[in-house]
């Protein structure tokens, strides 16, 4: 019994901050930020909270594929960015997306939460206990983005995405998985206060201590290493040689960073699916919107790679084999990622 994805879907907000208002608001250039990036725009969620964009990803997966709400068995929602503390973002997201019949949690797995959550998905499947599970990655960054911290406010968007996993005993489906985490990274790449550790205060606030800080070039040797041998381990483990890895869906950190993880494994740019130039760094959004993006490219029985690297350290990688799509509503599917408008942010 495995654990295959049968529906896709995905949100980005409408209102776009490219790179043009970012140099005109911290010291760097357009040339600069695309050339070290890869970055052109990211989408910002202006006077929505992370709920409502997983909450799009996942009308959007039902709008296009014929699954009811009331199927589904539960929800795990990969986010660093929760609409609170407390309570689950899952929560509210189950009661908008009209999942009666689910219960749903977050994971903070930070950039790797989409790939531990898929992890936990397919293997609650694999147990025989559940059927049907959406696994969600959804993060609004830039509620933790100081816009005047050009290290950090050049790389990051909003967007989700969300995947349908079921039960399949064909050959299609999630392959072995292997994930890791380091502590020893937390503080190269943390938002250091606003938790238990250091909960929010006027001195948090005035310190900026509520903004995610990185230490980005350290982060960057860090995910390449890693990305790459993680890629390489679990394609001994399943077996697989590189030439037959058909598509390799990375985390979209940084445009050199993917470059350098598909020349380590030997993989040809052409396989390698990257959407960074349209939305940045979505964190946990990154995975399951460049499959919603791709969707159409990927054919039955296809080998993908997925890997992945973020704060905490934590990192991994999986195989899967495409399988059989849900029927489609229409052919006519809802993008509402075409939709667009030029922010010129509001900087305090
Ligand atoms: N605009 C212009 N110049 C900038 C700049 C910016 N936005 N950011 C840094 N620089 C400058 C630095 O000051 C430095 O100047 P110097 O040579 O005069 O000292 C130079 O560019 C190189 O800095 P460096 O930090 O080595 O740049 P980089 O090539 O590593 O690019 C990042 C910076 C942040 C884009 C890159 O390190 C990165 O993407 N890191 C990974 C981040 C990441 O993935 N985070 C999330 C993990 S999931």
């Given at each position: 019994?495995?654990?295959?994805?049968?529906?896709?879907?995905?949100?980005?907000?409408?209102?776009?901050?490219?790179?043009?208002?970012?140099?005109?608001?911290?010291?760097?250039?357009?040339?600069?930020?695309?050339?070290?990036?890869?970055?052109?725009?990211?989408?910002?969620?202006?006077?929505?909270?992370?709920?409502?964009?997983?909450?799009?990803?996942?009308?959007?997966?039902?709008?296009?594929?014929?699954?009811?709400?009331?199927?589904?068995?539960?929800?795990?929602?990969?986010?660093?960015?929760?609409?609170?503390?407390?309570?689950?973002?899952?929560?509210?997201?189950?009661?908008?997306?009209?999942?009666?019949?689910?219960?749903?949690?977050?994971?903070?797995?930070?950039?790797?939460?989409?790939?531990?959550?898929?992890?936990?998905?397919?293997?609650?499947?694999?147990?025989?206990?559940?059927?049907?599970?959406?696994?969600?990655?959804?993060?609004?960054?830039?509620?933790?983005?100081?816009?005047?911290?050009?290290?950090?406010?050049?790389?990051?968007?909003?967007?989700?995405?969300?995947?349908?996993?079921?039960?399949?005993?064909?050959?299609y489906?999630?392959m072995?998985?292997?994930?890791?985490?380091?502590?020893?990274?937390?503080?190269?790449?943390?938002?250091?206060?606003?938790?238990?550790?250091?909960?929010?205060?006027?001195?948090?606030?005035?310190?900026?201590?509520?903004?995610?800080?990185?230490?980005?070039?350290?982060?960057?040797?860090?995910?390449?290493?890693?990305?790459?041998?993680?890629s390489?381990?679990?394609l001994?483990?399943n077996?697989l040689d590189s030439d037959e890895i058909d598509w390799v869906v990375p985390?979209?950190?940084?445009?050199?960073?993917?470059?350098?993880?598909s020349?380590?494994l030997n993989i040809d740019n052409e396989k390698v699916k990257?959407?960074?130039?349209?939305?940045?760094?979505?964190?946990?959004?990154?995975?399951?919107?460049c499959l919603?993006?791709y969707a159409a490219d990927f054919e039955e029985g296809q080998n993908l790679l997925i890997?992945?690297?973020?704060?905490?350290?934590?990192?991994?990688?999986t195989c899967l084999k495409w399988g059989?799509?849900?029927?489609?509503?229409?052919?006519?599917?809802?993008?509402?990622?075409?939709?667009?408008?030029?922010?010129?942010?509001?900087?305090?």
């Amino acid at each position: 019994m495995k654990a295959v994805i049968t529906a896709v879907g995905g949100f980005v907000p409408t209102s776009i901050l490219n790179n043009k208002t970012i140099s005109e608001t911290v010291e760097t250039t357009e040339e600069w930020i695309e050339k070290r990036t890869g970055i052109k725009e990211r989408r910002i969620a202006v006077g929505k909270s992370t709920s409502d964009l997983a909450c799009g990803a996942i009308e959007n997966l039902m709008s296009n594929f014929e699954v009811e709400p009331s199927e589904i068995e539960a929800l795990i929602l990969a986010t660093a960015t929760p609409d609170h503390i407390l309570a689950p973002t899952a929560s509210k997201i189950c009661e908008l997306s009209g999942l009666t019949n689910a219960f749903g949690f977050d994971m903070n797995g930070a950039c790797s939460g989409f790939l531990y959550a898929l992890e936990m998905g397919a293997t609650m499947i694999e147990s025989g206990r559940y059927k049907k599970i959406i696994i969600a990655g959804a993060d609004k960054m830039s509620s933790i983005v100081d816009y005047e911290d050009r290290n950090t406010c050049i790389l990051f968007g909003d967007g989700a995405g969300a995947v349908l996993l079921e039960r399949t005993e064909t050959e299609y489906g999630l392959m072995k998985s292997i994930l890791r985490t380091d502590g020893s990274g937390t503080a190269s790449l943390v938002v250091p206060a606003g938790g238990s550790k250091f909960p929010a205060s006027m001195q948090s606030i005035i310190h900026k201590k509520h903004f995610i800080k990185q230490d980005g070039s350290f982060v960057f040797k860090r995910a390449v290493e890693a990305m790459s041998s993680v890629s390489r381990d679990v394609l001994i483990s399943n077996g697989l040689d590189s030439d037959e890895i058909d598509w390799v869906v990375p985390h979209q950190a940084n445009l050199r960073i993917i470059k350098a993880v598909s020349e380590n494994l030997n993989i040809d740019n052409e396989k390698v699916k990257v959407n960074i130039e349209r939305y940045g760094n979505t964190t946990s959004a990154t995975i399951p919107l460049c499959l919603w993006d791709y969707a159409a490219d990927f054919e039955e029985g296809q080998n993908l790679l997925i890997t992945t690297f973020g704060a905490g350290f934590s990192w991994g990688a999986t195989c899967l084999k495409w399988g059989v799509m849900r029927e489609r509503k229409s052919q006519k599917t809802t993008k509402t990622a075409n939709k667009r408008r030029v922010l010129v942010p509001q900087l305090s």
